[in-house]
C-alpha cells in the first residue's frame, strides 16, 4: 500500500511525462469529432470520455515501462527537463513497474468495457494497439523501440488506431476516412520520438540500441525531421485538393483543413532549432526539443479538430 500514498502520486506523475499526453489524447479527440461532425453520427460523450481516459492511462503505462527498461540499460543516466522520475532519483525501479502493471490492466478493462458498448471489432484495435505498447520496450530480441520500430509504434497506437478506435467506439462502424486523415498527426508524434532518439544517438549507440535516428546518422536524421514537421503540411492539402481534381467519387478533406496552415510558423521555428543542434541560441534548444515539438502536435490537432466545427457550421 505505500506504492500507493498522495507522495508516490506525485511521482507517478512526473514519470508519466504529462508533456506527451497530447500524443494520445489529440487523436482520440479528432476521431471523436470526425464520426459526430462528418460521419453524422450521435455524440456519445460517456464512451468519449471511457475513450479519452484509456488512451491516457495506456500511455501512462507504456511511458514508465520504457523508463524502466531505458534505465536498467544504463541508456538514461542524466535528468533532463524532460525526463521521467526513476532516472531523477525520485522513483524507484520497483514502484515504476507496479504503477505500470496497475495502469495496463486498468487501461484493458476500460477497453473491454468500451468493446461491450460499441462492439467487438474494438477488440482487434485494442488488442493491436495493447501488444505494441508492451512490447515497445519490453524484451531484449523483441522491444519495438531497441530494433528501430519505435517510430512505426507510435504511428499506429497515437495516430492511426487511436483515431480509428474513436471513430469506431461512437459510430460502431468501420471506415478508412479516420486512419488515413490521422496521418498527419501521426507523423507529427513521430517526430516527437524522433527529436528524442537523435538527441540520444550517441548514448544509443553504446548501448548497442538501433532506432531510426541511429540509423540515419545525424544528417540523416535532419532531412527526416524535416519531413515529419513538414510533411503533415502538405499531405492535408493533398488529401484536401487531389480526390477534387481526380474524382468526386474519392473523399476529400473538407476545405476549413487548410487553417492548419497557421500552425506552419511552429514548424519552421523548430526547423531553426534543428539547424543549430551544434550551436543552438538557448542550451536546452536541441535537448527539449521533443518537447517543442509535442508542441506543434497539439497546435496542429488542435487546428485540425477545430476544421471541423467550422465544416459543421458552414454545413
Known amino acids: 500500500m505505500n506504492a500507493l500514498n498522495t507522495p508516490t502520486l506525485k511521482k507517478w506523475w512526473i514519470s508519466i511525462r504529462p508533456f ?136 499506429m497506437n497515437f495516430g492511426i488506431l487511436g483515431s480509428l478506435g474513436a471513430w469506431y467506439v461512437q459510430s460502431s462502424t468501420f471506415s478508412w476516412i479516420p486512419a488515413l486523415w490521422a496521418v498527419p498527426m501521426a507523423l507529427l508524434v513521430i517526430a516527437i520520438l524522433h527529436a528524442n532518439n537523435w538527441r540520444d544517438i550517441a548514448s544509443d549507440n553504446q548501448g548497442k540500441i538501433f532506432t531510426v535516428a541511429s540509423l540515419l546518422g545525424d544528417k540523416g536524421s535532419l532531412r527526416y525531421y524535416a519531413f515529419l514537421i513538414f510533411g503533415p503540411f502538405i499531405i492535408i492539402y493533398g488529401f484536401i485538393f487531389i480526390p477534387r481534381l481526380i474524382s468526386p467519387n474519392i473523399p476529400a478533406m473538407p476545405l476549413p483543413f487548410i487553417i492548419v496552415i497557421f500552425a506552419l510558423p511552429l514548424a519552421i521555428i523548430l526547423w531553426r532549432k534543428a539547424l543549430s543542434r551544434f550551436h543552438p541560441k538557448k542550451p536546452m534548444d536541441f535537448i527539449t526539443l521533443d518537447g517543442a515539438t509535442a508542441t506543434l502536435n497539439l497546435a496542429f490537432g488542435i487546428l485540425c479538430t477545430l476544421s471541423l466545427f467550422i465544416y459543421a457550421f458552414i454545413n
Open 20 to 155: 506527451a499526453m497530447p500524443a494520445s489524447t489529440m487523436p482520440v479527440i479528432f476521431g471523436t469529432v470526425l464520426a459526430a461532425l462528418y460521419g453524422n453520427y450521435p455524440f456519445r460523450p460517456g464512451v468519449f470520455v471511457l475513450a479519452l481516459l484509456g488512451m491516457v492511462i495506456l500511455h501512462s503505462a507504456a511511458n514508465i515501462l520504457s523508463d524502466i527498461t531505458d534505465y536498467r540499460k544504463g541508456l538514461d543516466t542524466v535528468p533532463t527537463p524532460v525526463s521521467g522520475g526513476i532516472v531523477r532519483g525520485i522513483l524507484s525501479p520497483m514502484e515504476a513497474k507496479r504503477v505500470s502493471i496497475l495502469l495496463f490492466v486498468t487501461g484493458t478493462i476500460i477497453g473491454l468495457i468500451l468493446t461491450w458498448l460499441s462492439g467487438y471489432f474494438l477488440l482487434v484495435i485494442g488488442i493491436t494497439g495493447l501488444i505494441i505498447g508492451i512490447f515497445y520496450t519490453l524484451g531484449d530480441k523483441i522491444a519495438l523501440k531497441y530494433h528501430a520500430f519505435g517510430d512505426f509504434a507510435v504511428f
